[in-house]
C-alpha cells in the first residue's frame, strides 16, 4: 500500500500524520493526478510549517561544493552522517534518473501498441525534468550534483533489455512484460523519492522536500497508468494472443503428424 507519512517538529515535539492514496472506489485516471496532489498538499501543510525554533540551528560548514548557493542553516553539511546519507542518495537517485532517460527510448521503440510506447514517450520527457529537478535540489543544499553508481538501477535496466531480447516483436506479451519491467523502475524510485522526502521534512529541508516531492507524484502517476494499460487492454490481449498461438501450434502439430501417416 502506497503510504506518505509527514513528521514535522515543533519546539521539540514531534507530530506525525499519515494519508494513504489507496482508495476502494478507484478514481478515473483523469482525476487521479489532481486528487493525488491535492491529498499530498494537505498533508504537506503541516510540513511547511516552519518549527520556530529547531535543533538544527547550526551553520554548515562541511559541505564537499557549494556552485551557486550557499546550503541552507539547518544542513549541517557532509561531515555529519545523516546529511552524509542524504546526499549519497541523492546522487544515487540522480545517477538512476540518467540512466532511465538512456533506457526509455530503446523501451519505447521497442513496445508493441502505440498507447504504450506514448506512455514511455511522455515519461522520458518527465525523467528529463527529474534529473533538473534533482540539480536544483543539490543546489539548493550548495552541493556539486554529482550521480554515484546505482546497482540496482543498472540490474532492473539490463532485466529490461533482457526481456526485450527474449519477447518477440509486436507482440502483447512483449509489452505485457515492457510495462512490469518499467513499473520495477518506477518502484524504485518511489521508493527513494519517498525516503529522500521523509528525511528532508525531519532535517527542516523543506525546499528539497517540495522539489522532490513534484518528481514523486510524477513517479506514481506513471506507476498508475502502466497499471490501467496493463490491466484494461494489454494483460487481456497477452492473454488472447499466447491461447491462439498455442491452438496454432497445436494444428500444426497435426497436420505433421497426418502427413507422416499418409
Ligand atoms: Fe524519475
Ligand atoms: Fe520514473
Known amino acids: 500500500m502506497k503510504q506518505t507519512a509527514t513528521a514535522s517538529r515543533t519546539n521539540g515535539r514531534k507530530t506525525k500524520t499519515s494519508t494513504s492514496n489507496k482508495n476502494q472506489n478507484a478514481p478515473s485516471r483523469n482525476s487521479r493526478s489532481e486528487q493525488n496532489s491535492t491529498t499530498r ?25 557549494s556552485p551557486s548557493r550557499t546550503a541552507p542553516a539547518n544542513f549541517l553539511g557532509n561531515g555529519h552522517y545523516l546529511e552524509k546519507f542524504f546526499i549519497d542518495q541523492l546522487q544515487d537517485i540522480y545517477y538512476a534518473e540518467q540512466k532511465i532517460v538512456q533506457s526509455l527510448p530503446k523501451m519505447a521503440g521497442s513496445a508493441t501498441t502505440e498507447e504504450l510506447r506514448e506512455a514511455f514517450e ?6 528529463q525534468r ?11 543544499l550548495g552541493q556539486k550534483p554529482e550521480g554515484k553508481k546505482c546497482e540496482a538501477i543498472e540490474g532492473i535496466v539490463r532485466e529490461a533489455e533482457q526481456i526485450i531480447k527474449e519477447t518477440e516483436e509486436d507482440t502483447m506479451t512483449r509489452d505485457a512484460a515492457l510495462i512490469m519491467a518499467a513499473q520495477k523502475v518506477e518502484h524504485y524510485e518511489i521508493a527513494t523519492y519517498g525516503g529522500l522526502i521523509q528525511l528532508a521534512i525531519t532535517m527542516g529541508l523543506y525546499e528539497a522536500a517540495d522539489i522532490l516531492d513534484k518528481t ?24 488472447l494472443e499466447s491461447m491462439q498461438s498455442g491452438e496454432e501450434e497445436e494444428s500444426t502439430g497435426e497436420s505433421d503428424t497426418a502427413g507422416e501417416g499418409s
Open 41 to 65: 498538499q494537505q498533508s504537506r501543510s503541516s510540513d511547511t510549517a516552519r518549527p520556530a525554533s529547531g535543533t538544527r540551528q547550526r551553520a554548515a560548514s562541511s559541505g564537499t561544493a
Open 122 to 127: 511522455d515519461h522520458l520527457h518527465q525523467t
Open 130 to 140: 527529474h534529473v533538473k529537478r534533482l540539480e536544483k535540489v543539490f543546489n539548493v
Open 216 to 239: 514523486l507524484l510524477e513517479e506514481e502517476d506513471t506507476d498508475m497508468l502502466l497499471t490501467e494499460i496493463a490491466e484494461c487492454e494489454i494483460n487481456i490481449q497477452a492473454e
